[in-house]
């Protein structure tokens, strides 16, 4: 079931307003479907990706819980970081932010524009999270997580609930591309398509797919991540607490490669929209479920065909990296 309890709150914020859903009607007809709808993300409450609802929200409930807090620590591959350097400005907090060291300068440039300590880790984000899990172990500092199994990684999946919260308004769809990560997003999409019934399918990089890889397994299972385009997508294990949400909610995934993309970012860049290769990876995901064989049983998992009405989540917008 999705949370409700965070939509109010977002609500209550400067700037808030629901994110536009646009539709891409040549996309639906080339495909033969009934309608294509893309979720923008790329502006939202000041930043060019979703992650503040889950930042904000977290850091809420963690400052109701421990209002002693003084400083904010999280592991990032860049957009999460840089939502919470954000929302601790807004509310005088400090923040430290760990990165891989394969972290892009811009992505460091973009955290430290908004006030926080970056960390660069040498290493995978992987020991970036170790990093940022013992420094919140220091009194006053909250480790704000969005994956793991602490009481801030559900927090997050929680605070995300926001955003199908408004989906469900703007929209009828029977189809959800999802990008994944460590899946806290995909969890919250889980929850939302179990309740409305809409098949829900992950996206994630050829080079990171720990979700496809655990499906598979049964279990939660680590990768192998040599890098990808797709900084933010790049996750070498899913978080403990999306697990069960994924595991019961994701119809099954499609990877994308870097290529298929790139090619998505400039489709859409066509057509005025600026969404990165992340935010652009369910455009690629979508012509693969129309057209590949080995999506076969996919499509026939989800019922895609002529009647079909699908929106893709393009979770940020472009990055110099992107």
């Known amino acids: 079931m999705p949370s409700a309890d965070a939509a109010p709150f977002h609500a209550s914020l400067d700037g808030y307003q629901p994110t ?18 893309l979720k923008d993300e790329s502006s939202r409450l000041g930043l060019p990706a979703f992650k503040v609802l889950g930042a904000s929200w977290a850091v809420e409930r963690a400052l109701r819980e421990n209002p002693e807090t003084h400083t ?3 592991a990032s591959a860049g957009n999460h970081g840089r939502a919470v350097a954000h929302v601790a400005a807004g509310r005088a907090l400090g923040a430290r932010i760990y990165l891989p060291e394969r972290a892009s300068p811009p992505r460091r440039e973009a955290i430290s524009g908004e006030g926080a300590d970056v960390v660069v880790v040498d290493g995978t984000y992987e020991d970036a999270v170790a990093s ?26 929680d605070g995300y609930a926001t955003l199908f919260a408004e989906l469900g308004e703007q929209g009828t769809f029977d189809v959800l591309l999802v990008p994944v990560g460590v899946g806290a997003l995909a969890a919250a999409a889980a929850r939302f398509g179990a309740h409305h019934d809409v098949h829900v399918i992950g996206v994630e990089p050829t080079a990171a797919a720990c979700l496809t890889a655990s499906l598979s397994a049964g279990t939660p299972t680590a990768v192998a991540t040599p890098g990808t385009t797709m900084a933010s997508l790049e996750a070498a ?14 119809d099954g995934t499609i990877t994308v490669s870097d290529e298929e993309a790139s090619s998505a970012v400039t489709e859409l860049g066509r057509l005025g929209l600026e969404i990165g290769a992340a935010g652009a990876a369910p455009l690629a995901a979508l012509r693969a479920l129309a057209t590949d064989p080995q999506c076969a049983l996919l499509r026939d998992r989800v019922g895609f065909g002529p009647g079909s009405r699908v929106a893709l989540l393009a979770t940020e917008g472009r990055t110099d990296d992107s």
């Open 72 to 74: 904010l620590v999280a």
């Open 132 to 157: 940022a899990r013992a420094d919140g172990a220091h009194p006053g500092v909250f480790e704000l997580a969005d994956v793991g199994d602490s009481d801030a990684a559900a927090w997050v999946i």
């Open 20 to 37: 536009p859903l646009r539709e891409l009607p040549a996309v639906a007809a080339e495909l033969g479907i009934a309608a294509v709808g």
């Open 237 to 250: 294990e899913v978080s403990v607490v999306a697990w069960p949400s994924l595991y019961r909610g994701i």
